[in-house]
């Protein structure tokens, strides 16, 4: 047996938005079930986003710290961006997300992971890169403002990182995905299997 997500939809036989905020928004869906009841599913409707763990050659990777107010934290992160351009290659908003968010540039580029965020209540997906032959950005740095302008910037090595994941002291979706798909990765087949930097994204399609 073949372990592999597949595409399937059920018929929707009604559909209202009574929520639209900024960049995302609320659906509710009337959903046949395999028994032929209808019922209604809520869910927030996203554009998708990127994440980027960047690995420098000391085997540390680029994090920083910022305030979430949803859990009234304050989190450890990769940095990370929505995808706001219609069919925008993800690479792209990648590149553009670690520069303005760490000020760094990265010569390789590959894809460590793609998954749904919360695929029972929201319809997001994030593909996680992996950036690596790391250097720092030309120009001036980018001008934050709102929770980035308290930021703060790091570099811990990859196996700190692992470790406070699964002691529970790191929560962020992006960083314990990435880190421990790194991990797996290393431990595996190494960086040359992973998926080139333009592969398909069939979640959110985009132009080249």
Same mark, same amino acid.
């Given at each position: 047996?073949? !372990?592999?997500?597949?595409?399937?939809?059920?018929? !929707?036989?009604?559909?209202?938005?009574?929520?639209?905020?900024?960049?995302?928004?609320?659906?509710?869906?009337?959903?046949?079930?395999?028994?032929?009841?209808?019922?209604?599913?809520?869910?927030? !409707?996203?554009?998708?986003?990127?994440?980027?763990?960047?690995?420098?050659?000391?085997?540390?990777?680029?994090?920083?710290?910022?305030? @979430?107010?949803?859990?009234?934290?304050?989190?450890?992160?990769?940095?990370?961006?929505?995808?706001?351009?219609?069919?925008?290659?993800?690479?792209?908003?990648?590149?553009?997300?670690?520069?303005?968010?760490?000020?760094?540039?990265?010569?390789?580029?590959?894809?460590?992971?793609?998954?749904?965020?919360?695929?029972?209540?929201?319809?997001?997906?994030?593909?996680?890169?992996?950036?690596?032959?790391?250097?720092?950005?030309?120009?001036?740095?980018?001008?934050?403002?709102?929770?980035?302008?308290?930021?703060?910037?790091?570099?811990?090595?990859?196996?700190?990182?692992?470790?406070?994941?699964?002691?529970?002291?790191?929560?962020?979706?992006?960083?314990?995905?990435?880190?421990?798909?790194?991990?797996?990765?290393?431990?595996?087949?190494?960086?040359?299997?992973? @998926?080139?930097?333009?592969?398909?994204?069939?979640?959110?399609?985009?132009?080249?």
């Amino acid at each position: 047996m073949t !372990v592999k997500d597949a595409h399937e939809e059920w018929r !929707v036989t009604g559909t209202a938005m009574p929520f639209r905020g900024n960049k995302t928004g609320v659906r509710t869906d009337e959903v046949v079930m395999p028994d032929g009841a209808v019922v209604k599913r809520d869910y927030q !409707v996203h554009p998708g986003s990127v994440a980027i763990l960047a690995l420098d050659d000391d085997g540390r990777v680029v994090v920083l710290r910022q305030y @979430r107010h949803p859990v009234r934290q304050k989190l450890w992160e990769i940095p990370a961006g929505l995808l706001d351009v219609e069919g925008e290659n993800p690479l792209h908003a990648a590149q553009r997300e670690l520069y303005e968010e760490a000020h760094v540039k990265a010569g390789d580029w590959r894809v460590l992971a793609d998954v749904y965020t919360s695929p029972g209540g929201s319809d997001e997906a994030v593909r996680v890169f992996l950036a690596r032959d790391l250097g720092e950005a030309e120009g001036e740095r980018f001008e934050v403002s709102e929770e980035e302008a308290d930021m703060e910037l790091d570099r811990v090595p990859l196996g700190e990182l692992a470790r406070g994941v699964l002691a529970g002291d790191l929560h962020n979706t992006c960083l314990a995905v990435g880190v421990l798909a790194l991990t797996a990765a290393l431990a595996g087949e190494g960086l040359d299997a992973l @998926r080139p930097a333009d592969a398909p994204w069939p979640a959110r399609p985009f132009t080249s």
